[in-house]
């Protein structure tokens, strides 16, 4: 055994040695930044919140710029990964577990408790946090802040200032670079902006973050957002046809000719962290057997939760009579029902062999969805589906999924399961456009026939736990459905094994157990069989 | 059951046991005196630079032997005797096989300098050699200096490997060029500068003369043969190549010379006896290769290969178009064909390098046929499916470099340089 393992868990040795004094005043800055939002929370009550928002938020980045600016551009371009699992911080060291207990503690008390940050009720004035964030709030949509406001805020501020790093980390690699700007446009652009300024517009209208799909946005369906899109005329139709488009058409062609990177890696806001603040964290994701078969249990488990939950909530609003409206709780029942045997037909006929022996479990999830829905509608009521209230469980997909998985568990536990165990796990969007990357798509990563020297660099540092190692040392090219897109594996193996492409998707899964290099005789006999 | 006993557990030993495993139902069992579970020995350098712990260095889980009935022995094997098929190891037990696989690997040399066997001294090729390191060079308050003696590929990850911690290293070349042995010249000076601008202090054409010790028997300083330079130092890595790991076979009736002599079936001179990896040796090169080749993808290779002879179907072990890949600190290496140090007879170099010193090739061409005999690229990703198509086929030099854009595999988005090498490629000519 490595007999470093217990330094990580020293709060000082080996980190603090490494680090210039450049970067201990840089690290000063950024606390300054984060103190003052830390007094904010303690109430206390700033002369010139504007002032001291700026200051704030403008010290935590200057403080990323400037160390990062010296970690990375005082050496020449490469990998920059010594130390990692070191420091106490990436390593799950001390540093790690409260870095780890700070985030989750933040993301319980945003989610379920915001009065902690300050956030006025009924009509009350803002104090605290959140009232320091009142003037940026004023500044781009008139009106006061909210949890969600200061949370959106320092949520797109990590992805800049972070994003920053990570492009200096990489600056060898235009792939990297490329996607990084990707995302931190999306976040800054769609995700921050874009959603104030249509606030501006149009007040009525829901919030919309116009490149979060269904179902990572699974609220779009529901009642109130629906009502209030079609409510507001032709934008709100447009936004909500928009919405729908989006998962239909738009995704899987794009998920056909890139794979899902082009949504994962490149558009995504919890990617977008992922990638960025959470970039130090990628080597923690569990690689054994166990995990992946834990993974692909639970996040198929909750893609079953979202659709069951999304028809459930829509059936719920719907009417019975045909004159209401031309779509009645039986036609849309039936219409959900044929699309889904539709795609499971249509996998099962065209991808039996790929599909291997996942097969199975895909009939499984079919059949358990099937037989969901139909015990719906005849237990269904005006507003009970289940027996329970369609609300309820609405909540309850709220709660256990769209708060404490994806935030406290999927961002709180960064430096302890790794930066995507939400993107890994949980997320329903995720399962969709892998099941698609799985099988209809030209996306792939080669492998450089018999070069792989069994490192396990790519491996160690794949976000999504996939043990990249296992294929590339047999030949074998990486199609699999969690893969992300990240291109880290490619950009950290040292022998040149790995490459992200599109192309033909002939032959694109390519089981081996000869790799090139061997009597061609031999390849052949025992690759044939 | 047929009894398949095999030394080492190397990527060699270990691509035989699961060849075996998936041919057959023999009983298998791996010996080896190093560690427990196979682990990759290319990576032991990213253990101490903190890319990666060790157990990541394991490409298998703990529970792949047992669910593949492969039977792990920790033990030192101290002799064979070949006519009763015993095994004798050093704790006093012995282990009884049907048919043996000597995959013993290799070990560092060691030339007879004064002062070779101190504290502090050490190889860079098992487990034990990084635990070693860590001892003595945890850090550079301990280690204030470290002197690397030999210039090859692990030299240069150990100079690489003490660098990350901010370890002052004096690398001492013996040739006036690093590894130009092997690499032509253009490629060897970009890699001496590129070691320089890591400030690492590369002192070529020098040769370690003695290592002086501390009055507790630890390494203090080393002395240089050609300017009797004295050189203050806590760790020397003595890295000038590896030879096979054979002592223990000496006494035993199977033929060796540098390493177990084994034949194109692999078999050793001893019935029911095979060696591959790094410890076996060609009676002669194949395809111009070397009798002992001490790389990573030949020794799998040979495993797979000897795991069909055993499981009845007899064939030869037949390498194909040589290839091979490295890494100099930052800058990447592949190598598909044959490319010499110096052109030989017939032969001829085109050599290209980018303006950021970083990336280069150079192809190597018969200069009457025009025939394509091999590439180096330096900083640029190749494809070695399509390079070995081209071989095959006796592509002409002309016909790589107007297609090279076939053969790129660089990460997308990637600056190319197929133009700029197609042109100097025609400059090149027309000033011939
Ligand atoms: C630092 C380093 C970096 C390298 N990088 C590369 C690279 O990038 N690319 C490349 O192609 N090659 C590389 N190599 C070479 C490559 O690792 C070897 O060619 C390969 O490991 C040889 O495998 P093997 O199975 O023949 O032997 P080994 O891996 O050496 O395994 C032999 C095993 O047998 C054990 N053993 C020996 N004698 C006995 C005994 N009497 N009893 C019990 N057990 C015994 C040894 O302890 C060892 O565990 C590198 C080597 C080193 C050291
Ligand atoms: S693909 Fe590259 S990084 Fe991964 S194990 Fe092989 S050589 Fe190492
Ligand atoms: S396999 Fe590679 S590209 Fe895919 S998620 Fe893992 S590291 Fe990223």
Request: aromatic residues 14%; hydrophobic residues 40%.
């Amino acid at each position: 055994m490595s007999n470093k393992i217990n330094h990580s868990m020293s709060l000082a040795k080996p980190d603090a040695v490494d680090i210039s004094n450049k970067q201990k005043v840089a690290l000063a800055i950024g606390i300054l930044g984060l103190f003052i939002l830390v007094l904010a929370l303690f109430n206390t009550n700033f002369p010139n919140k504007g002032l001291f928002l700026t200051l704030s938020l403008g010290f935590i980045s200057v403080g990323i710029l400037i160390y990062s600016r010296d970690a990375y551009l005082t050496k020449l371009e490469g990998i920059k990964n010594d130390g990692i699992w070191f420091k106490s911080i990436s390593s799950r060291g001390v540093w790690g577990w409260i870095l780890g207990v700070i985030l989750t503690a933040f993301y319980i008390v945003l989610y379920f408790y915001p009065q902690y940050l300050g956030l006025g009720k009924d009509g009350a004035s803002n104090t605290g946090l959140i009232s320091l964030f009142d003037p940026l709030s004023n500044l781009l949509s008139g009106r006061n802040a909210s949890q969600w406001f200061v949370y959106g805020t320092l949520y797109t501020i990590a992805i800049l200032a972070f994003g920053y790093k990570f492009m200096l980390k990489y600056r060898h690699n235009r792939y990297e670079q490329l996607r990084t700007v990707s995302v931190m446009f999306f976040q800054l652009g769609f995700a921050f902006l874009i959603p104030e300024f249509m606030y501006v517009m149009n007040s009525d209208l829901p919030y919309y973050d116009l490149k979060s799909v269904w179902p990572l946005n699974y609220y779009i369906f529901d009642e109130w957002s629906v009502k209030g899109f079609l409510s507001n005329g032709n934008i709100g139709l447009g936004l909500i046809l928009f919405g729908i488009i989006s998962i239909f058409v738009i995704t899987p062609i794009l998920t056909y000719k890139y794979g899902k990177r082009w949504y994962c890696s490149w558009v995504c806001g919890c990617g977008g962290l992922a990638e960025t603040a959470g970039d130090s964290f990628r080597q923690l994701s569990s690689k054994k057997m166990s995990a992946w078969k834990l993974e692909r249990w639970l996040i198929h488990t909750v893609l079953v939760f979202s659709v069951v939950m999304t028809v459930a909530m829509v059936y719920t609003y719907l009417g019975y009579d045909h004159n209401a409206f031309w779509l009645t709780k039986g036609l849309f029942i039936g219409l959900v029902i044929g699309f889904l045997t539709l795609v499971f037909a249509g996998v099962m006929y065209f991808k039996r062999k790929e599909f291997g022996r996942d097969a199975k479990y895909g009939a499984i999830g079919y059949f358990v969805v099937i037989a969901l829905l139909v015990i719906m509608h005849f237990t269904g009521t005006t507003d009970n589906v289940f027996f329970i209230k369609g609300s309820a469980l609405r909540s309850a997909y709220g709660v256990y999924i769209g708060s404490i998985f994806s935030g406290v568990i999927g961002t709180g536990f960064y430096p302890i399961l790794g930066n995507r165990s939400w993107c890994r796990f949980g997320c329903p969007m995720a399962a969709i456009l892998g099941f698609q990357q799985r099988l209809f798509s030209k996306f792939r990563i080669t492998t450089n026939g018999g070069q792989c020297i069994s490192c396990g660099n790519c491996s160690n540092s794949c976000e999504m736990g996939i043990d990249v190692r296992a294929y590339a040392q047999k030949g074998e090219n990486i199609v699999r459905s969690s893969c992300v897109g990240c291109g880290i594996c490619s950009a950290v193996c040292p022998r040149g094994v790995l490459k992200l492409e599109n192309d033909t998707m002939e032959g694109r899964i390519n089981p081996t157990e000869i790799l090139l290099g061997n009597d061609v005789d031999l390849m052949d006999l025992v690759n044939k069989k | 059951m047929e009894h398949i006993v095999i030394i080492g557990n190397g990527i060699s030993g270990v691509t035989a046991a699961r060849h075996i495993r998936k041919l057959s139902d023999k009983q298998i069992t791996i010996v080896s005196a190093e560690t427990d579970y196979f682990f990759s020995r290319t990576a032991l350098m990213y253990v101490y630079m903190g890319h990666m712990k060790f157990e990541h260095t394991q490409p298998y889980e703990d529970w792949f032997w047992e669910k593949n009935r492969i039977h792990l022995k920790k033990g030192y094997v101290k002799n064979i005797e070949t006519k009763s098929k015993t095994l004798q190891f050093a704790d006093g037990g012995s282990l009884q096989y049907d048919k043996l696989i000597i995959a013993t690997g290799s070990k560092p040399n060691k030339f007879g300098w004064p002062g070779q066997d101190l504290d502090g001294v050490m190889g860079m090729y098992h487990k034990q050699d990084l635990d070693n390191l860590e001892r003595y060079a945890p850090n550079n308050k301990v280690c204030k200096r470290a002197v690397i003696v030999g210039g090859g590929l692990i030299g240069i990850e150990l100079a690489e490997m003490l660098n990350s911690r901010n370890i002052p290293v004096t690398f001492l070349v013996r040739e006036n060029s690093f590894w130009n042995g092997v690499l032509p010249e253009g490629e060897s000076t970009m890699i001496n500068r590129h070691i320089k601008n890591h400030h690492i202090d590369l002192r070529l054409g020098n040769n370690l003369k003695e290592i002086i010790s501390d009055e507790n028997g630890k390494v203090k300083s080393i002395i240089i043969q050609e300017t009797g330079e004295e050189i203050t130092c806590d760790v020397v890595g003595l890295t000038a190549g590896v030879s096979p790991n054979i002592d223990f076979i000496k006494d035993s009736d199977i033929e060796i010379g540098r390493g177990v002599k084994v034949n194109r079936f692999l078999e050793t001179s001893i019935q029911d006896v095979y060696a591959i990896g790094d410890c076996a040796e060609q009676h002669e090169g194949i395809n111009g290769r070397r009798p002992i080749e001490a790389v990573w993808y030949t020794g799998r290779m040979m495993g797979e290969t000897v795991a069909q002879t055993i499981c009845g179907n007899r064939i030869q072990y037949n390498p194909g178009h040589w290839f091979n890949s490295a890494k100099f600190l930052d800058i990447e290496y592949q190598t598909y064909g044959w490319v010499f140090a110096k052109p030989r007879e017939n032969e001829a170099h085109f050599h290209w390098k980018h303006a950021d010193d970083t990336k280069c090739i150079t192809v190597c061409y018969n200069k009457n046929t025009n025939e394509f005999l091999g590439i180096n690229t330096f900083g640029i990703r190749m494809r070695h499916g399509i390079f070995d198509t081209w071989l095959t086929e006796k592509r002409d030099v002309d016909y790589v470099i107007a297609h090279l854009a076939e053969a790129n595999f660089d990460p997308e988005f990637y600056k190319t340089y197929e133009v700029d090498i197609h042109s100097a490629f025609k400059n090149e000519l027309q000033t011939v």
